[in-house]
Antibody, heavy 125, light 111 residues
């Protein structure tokens, strides 16, 4: 079955850029799914960062949009997150997730059905 | 402050039925479907309920979801010790070109 694995530096300096990659195994990133990033600061709740489709289409959280770039590399079956101008408030566990996004007669259906294990990123000098 | 509002904590004794509420607005829960996620300590969230009241394969039927207007609820019957976890509701919000929103999470304690 599909598995996701995050990777990237665990420590980023303030004002720098956080860069993470999510490798997709057991399935194709070009399937009919979107691919999301979600983060969770220590002891706090979940926050959606954004998502990408294999075509390159993206949706971002308005609160982070000015600092976020999500990209996809179909040749490597992976997608990536870049978050610029980071501060201590960006310290969190970052998860990648597969999401099902569909428009139905019941409204928008958005389901995060498969998650990576998460990777802790600390912003500190 | 989360877009969807959940009580920060809930509790119950083994065998009891507990419910967790999730309050939103017309642009999210009022217009779109709701999902629930369970997060055990130190692990990634797991899909528990999708499309308001559907259970993925493998989720016990002790877990059920419902939606009415701009609110949703998760019910857990026959509470078990392994249900002790954080629970999050989530939905799509149609405002500002659309984005996903989560509730602040409810920590469930089995007494």
């Amino acid at each position: 079955q599909v598995q996701l694995q995050e990777s990237g530096p665990g420590l980023v300096k303030p004002s720098g850029t956080l860069s993470l990659t999510c490798a997709v195994s057991g399935g194709s990133i070009s399937s009919s799914n979107w691919w999301s990033w979600v983060r969770q600061p220590p002891g706090k709740g979940l926050e959606w960062i954004g998502e990408i489709y294999h075509s390159g289409s993206t949706n971002y959280n308005p609160s982070l949009k000015s600092r976020v770039t999500i990209s996809v590399d179909k040749s490597k079956n992976q997608f990536s997150l870049k978050l610029s101008s980071v501060t201590a408030a960006d310290t969190a566990v970052y998860y990648c997730a597969r999401d099902l996004l569909d428009i139905t007669i019941f409204g928008v259906v958005l389901v995060f059905d498969i998650w990576g294990q998460g990777t802790m990123v600390t912003v500190s000098s | 402050q989360s877009v969807l509002t959940q009580p920060p904590s809930a509790s119950g004794t083994p065998g009891q039925r507990v419910t967790i509420s999730c309050s939103g607005s017309s642009s999210n829960i009022g217009s779109n479907t709701v999902n629930w996620y369970q997060q055990l300590p130190g692990t990634a969230p797991k899909l528990l309920i999708y499309s308001n009241n559907q259970r993925p394969s493998g989720v016990p039927d002790r877990f059920s979801g419902s939606k009415s207007g701009t609110s949703a609820s998760l019910a857990i019957s026959g509470l078990q010790s392994e249900d002790e976890a954080d629970y999050y509701c989530a939905a799509w919000d149609d405002s500002l070109n659309g984005f996903a929103v989560f509730g602040g999470g409810t920590q469930l304690t089995v007494l």
